[in-house]
T-cell receptor, first 115, second 113 residues
Framework: DTGVSQDPRHKITKRGQNVTFRCDPISEHNRLYWYRQTLGQGPEFLTYFQNEAQLEKSRLLSDRFSAERPKGSFSTLEIQRTEQGDSAMYLCASSYTEGNTGELFFGEGSRLTVL | AQSVTQLGSHVSVSEGALVLLRCNYS??????LFWYVQYPNQGLQLLLK??????LVKGINGFEAEFKKSETSFHLTKPSAHMSDAAEYFCAVSVDSSYKLIFGSGTRLLVRP
């Protein structure tokens, strides 16, 4: 088990471009979470999936953001028409529901810089 | 609504000194509480968690925390700081079946030689 992996680790893009991040959770985990973390702040919840179903979305997840988990395994987070305010670290976490005591396992994050 | 407040965005201690990082939570139901650590440009690593068992919780790297319901607190302590403890520490609460975590704004721990 290699833990939660995220790709790419760093992305620099120009304002207005689209970007996509990928998250591969721990293999037996059925829940997957996306968070955003800006400099000097704690992670903020964006959305989460149980298997392929997206069960909750934060108000932070504007119309330019879309997340998918098509087969209940990996997930993608796409940001369309990026803005400078989207610059942040995007963190993915996973967990399982059976016997869970609430711990989330985090990846190392994908850092986005919008110029 | 659930929330977490971490008092002190920066805490500086000497190597070997006591570490105390403060966390207060707000929740209308019994919470699960967590402390995570984050090193630069890395993800979050779980230090310890409280899930309604023992109120004094021991974690990794010599850290521990005590759940005090009357004070709605979950402060993190370590008897003797090490240089390798320098990092950002986040307190978090989980209160519903989604198990999503609500994080505090974090406390950066600086350890002086």
């Amino acid at each position: 088990d290699t833990g939660v992996s995220q790709d790419p680790r760093h992305k620099i893009t120009k304002r207005g471009q689209n970007v996509t991040f990928r998250c591969d959770p721990i293999s037996e985990h059925n829940r997957l979470y996306w968070y955003r973390q800006t400099l000097g702040q704690g992670p903020e919840f964006l959305t989460y999936f149980q298997n392929e179903a997206q069960l909750e979305k934060s108000r932070l997840l504007s119309d330019r953001f879309s997340a998918e988990r098509p087969k209940g395994s990996f997930s993608t987070l796409e940001i369309q028409r990026t803005e400078q305010g989207d610059s942040a670290m995007y963190l993915c976490a996973s967990s399982y529901t059976e016997g869970n005591t609430g711990e989330l396992f985090f990846g190392e994050g994908s850092r986005l810089t919008v110029l | 609504a659930q929330s977490v407040t971490q008092l002190g965005s920066h805490v500086s201690v000497s190597e070997g000194a006591l570490v105390l990082l403060r966390c207060n939570y707000s929740s209308s139901v019994p919470p699960y509480l967590f402390w995570y650590v984050q090193y630069p440009n890395q993800g979050l690593q779980l230090l310890l968690k409280y899930t309604s068992a023992a109120t004094l919780v021991k974690g990794i790297n010599g850290f521990e925390a005590e759940f005090k319901k009357s004070e709605t607190s979950f402060h993190l302590t370590k008897p003797s700081a090490h240089m390798s403890d320098a990092a950002e520490y986040f307190c978090a609460v989980s209160v519903d079946s989604s198990y999503k975590l609500i994080f505090g704004s974090g406390t950066r721990l600086l350890v002086r030689p």
